[in-house]
């Protein structure tokens, strides 16, 4: 299947899709290579799909190797940022649960190149390695030569991270939301003797039940289930945190694991399981809650297994998120380009051969009602600078105060556009200014806006709810 990410490096920097310019950069105009594979790609720009980068027919690359480095490009870009770690480091306690990115270092050799760390970050006396896992978890040989050398290693699993994500978005991902753990090493590699035989296990069935009420009351006993919904260029993560909220006891107990009932509400059961020794469950098609016990500390890890059904259900909803968001975006747009501006008010009495052909295109254009306007018939020049007043009136109306921008008196009076279409000189801008300014000193209070000088602001949940009917009066006034 074909890998779509709106990521790519331009000139060495990662850069997102929707920083091209669609009319010069698109396709392979684009100048953009792939993260991974350093390979050219394509800039998909079309009307109907969401922007994205594609590779030609021949590339050697994978959605795992893009989303690796994409994650340590991240980590590299956030210098000064904070970075969200997981508790009870098993070399460094001393290391926060949140710590500033100072200096990182990608591809890190350690120990003479025996280890290659994906990103190492520098710190007086708290330095750490940061672990970039997708599938390949890391072996226990690794993770033991990281605990000779006395150097902590943070895991973070990027393999639900979206492609589609905006910069703040992946940010967010990697730095804070995506899962994240201390590698440490297993007990049989801490010289931890295991013989179930002689009763030594690693964690008994009894420690699973006093952990299993401890865990309970001190709300221990959930886990985050998250779906990212992508709609054209909008995304929508959305998170949801299921909780064991009662326990009713052990219900199974063997030598692989201790099982017990728990209700995430009134009526919904699910199962928890604690795995014993080094039993892995497998398949668990109804919903339940796996809590691998830290015995070193109190980090416990929870997982839920068979809740594919909850997924797809959160899926749908990311998803039908991501199309609003999308629909409001669009919609966003569509006003944006329907906004009318000075060049085009101009334009339209340029075209037109009279002051009610003008107003005429002026009605269609924003829906107001103009044919009443008692100087349409006698098409009276009113001002001394050679433009009908309620024309650069209906100017600063419509394009200035009704899309809630600021106006400078002096841009009506020196505007190329305004001369041009009424053949005014430049001698006469300061009168023009002078003009717009004492007429809005009347207004503007009115019209919800602020005045700093020959400056005024306006805001469109500040104009009154009758704004419409009010600029046709005082177009006229």
Known sequence: MAIKTAWALKDNKLININQLDRDTERGSKCGCLCISCNSQLVARMGDHKAYHFAHGSDYNCSLESIQHQLAKAIIATCISESITTSSNNPINTNLNHSVVLKTVDLEKALADGELIADCFV??????????????????????????????????????????????DELKRFVLDDAPRKWLRKTLLEQEIEYSTADGLDWITADDTVCALKELHENDRLYDF???????????????????????????????????????VNRSV?????????????????????????????????????????????????????AEKKEQRRLKRLTAKDNELKIEHICKMYKQSSSLTDFYRALAEQTGLELSDLPFMSSEKIM????????????????????????????????????????????????????????????????????????????????????????MVDLITS
């Open 122 to 167: 520098n710190r007086e006396h708290e330095s750490f390695a940061i672990e970039i896992f997708y599938t390949n978890k890391k072996s226990s040989a690794h993770i033991e030569r990281y605990h000779d050398l006395g150097i902590s290693a943070l895991e973070i699993d990027v393999s639900e991270m979206g492609l589609q994500l905006n910069r």
């Open 269 to 321: 059961s699910v199962a928890i399981m604690f795995p014993l020794g080094d039993y892995e469950p497998q398949s668990l098609t109804s919903p339940t809650l796996v809590v691998d016990l830290d015995i070193w500390g109190s980090h416990h890890r929870a997982n839920w297994h068979g809740i594919e059904k909850w997924k797809k259900k959160l899926q749908y909803q990311a998803d039908l998120e």
């Open 383 to 470: 001002t001394n600078w050679n433009c009908p007043r309620a024309v650069w009136r209906a100017i600063v109306l419509l394009v200035f105060v009704r899309q809630g921008k600021e106006l400078e008196c002096d841009m009506i009076g020196y505007d190329m556009f305004m001369n041009d279409a009424f053949g005014c000189d430049y001698r006469y801008a300061e009168n023009r200014s002078k003009e717009v300014y004492f007429w809005l000193d009347k207004h503007f209070e009115t019209l919800g806006a602020k005045k700093k000088r020959l400056v005024y602001q306006f805001h469109k949940s500040k104009l009154p709810k009758n704004f419409d009917a009010m």
């Open 225 to 263: 289930v998250g779906a990212i919904g992508t709609c054209g260029q909008s995304s929508f993560r959305r998170r949801e945190r299921i909780n064991v909220q009662s326990v009713e006891g052990v219900i199974e107990l063997n030598e692989h694991y201790v099982l017990a009932r728990g209700f």
